[in-house]
């Protein structure tokens, strides 16, 4: 955790908080965190958040302090909830919780923070004492929920509030000790992301990526597949004796992706995490949405193109198709993504 600072006269609200479980939401929590400081240059805000997620944090300029709960996938936690709180008891003025169960309540509550704001949930009476109910019409984003969570009542509730895009930092000079260690060449890049946590029926077929894949080579470009070590099988099946495809899956830290996602021209992606990430750092986005929406979580970019089939089946919103045939994704060709990026002007340099 990071060290505390005293509030001083003259510095704006102490605001904790608590972050979600998921790449692709934490990166659109920046939203919201642009909006407390544009709000109040001079508050302080620590995020309590995974500790997977601090590479994350690390490159948002709004994070003062981040703390880290240690606990396991799906662990209430309870011994390191309570000592957590501990450590920021007394240190701050108001909590937002971002996620709805009731475990995500407990820090705030058990740190004598005196208003927490979250959305209801889970009965969380008493543990949310500043209770914003969720109109599902109104806020049909995402990124819209959180920051109205950082807004007053009234004005939340319209939702008509501006949302600021996320913006990431990028390390150069760690791009450039990547592009020595993974022997990436000069040639522009293509990132491909095929992993999405959620479940497959967010996936395009792998072996429409690795089509797409060699293909883009021809053209001229490198090809980037990044995801983390449960992706490095896909990865493989994708760049498996095709030249000039890097197979990164598992080989990069989450800061690493950061900064070789802003060094790609464009990258075709699922509706992942990292499709979020891609959009933060500037890059060209080529997303497939498949049994999710991309009404509910966009990129938040205006330089991207959705690929999205809207079958009367969509969005299902479920991990695996419950139809077993996933036509939303296996009806979308390479060919239209190949098109995509080559009728892209970030595809001119390569092209010739």
């Known amino acids: 955790m990071a060290e505390a600072v005293a509030r001083h006269p003259l510095r704006g609200e102490r605001i904790l908080v608590v972050g979600p479980s998921w790449v692709g939401d934490m990166v659109m929590a920046q939203s919201l965190l642009m909006t407390l400081k544009a709000r109040d240059p001079g508050c302080r805000i620590g995020v309590v958040a995974p500790a997977w997620s601090r590479p994350i944090l690390e490159r948002m300029a709004e994070v003062d302090e981040i703390a880290c709960l240690e606990t396991g996938h799906g662990e209430f936690g309870w011994r390191a909830r309570r000592a957590l709180a501990g450590q920021l008891r007394g240190r701050f003025d108001r909590a937002i919780v971002l996620p709805r169960s009731w475990k995500s309540a407990l820090v705030p509550l058990l740190a004598g923070i005196p208003r927490r704001t ?205 139809l077993g045939h996933t036509h939303c994704l296996v009806h979308m060709p390479p060919e239209r993504l190949l098109e995509a990026v080559l009728g892209s002007s970030e595809a001119v340099i390569a092209r010739g």
């Open 118 to 322: 979250g959305f209801t949930g889970e009965q969380r009476y008493g543990l949310i004492n500043d209770r914003r109910r969720l109109d599902r019409a109104v806020l049909d984003q995402t990124v819209k929920r959180f920051v109205a969570l950082g807004l007053p009542a009234g004005e939340a509730g319209r939702g008509d509030f501006t949302i600021p895009r996320p913006r990431l930092a990028v390390d150069t000079d760690n791009l450039a000790s990547l592009y020595r260690t993974l022997g990436l060449s000069t040639r522009p890049a293509i990132g491909m992301m095929p992993g999405a946590e959620y479940g497959p029926a967010k996936q395009w077929p792998l072996a429409y990526f690795r089509e797409l894949a060699g293909r883009l080579v021809a053209e001229g470009f490198e090809v980037r597949v990044l995801g983390g070590p449960k992706d490095a099988a896909a990865g493989e099946t994708i760049s498996a004796g095709q030249a000039q495809v890097h197979n990164l899956c598992g080989r990069t830290r989450l800061a690493d992706a950061v900064d070789l996602l802003a060094d790609c021209r464009q990258v075709v992606t699922n509706d992942s995490g990292l499709m979020h990430v891609a959009a933060a750092v500037g890059t060209r986005i080529q997303a497939i949405y498949g049994s999710s929406s991309p009404r509910y979580t966009p990129p938040l970019t205006d330089d991207a193109e959705i690929h999205y089939l809207g079958l009367s089946c969509s969005p299902c919103f479920e991990r695996r198709c419950p």
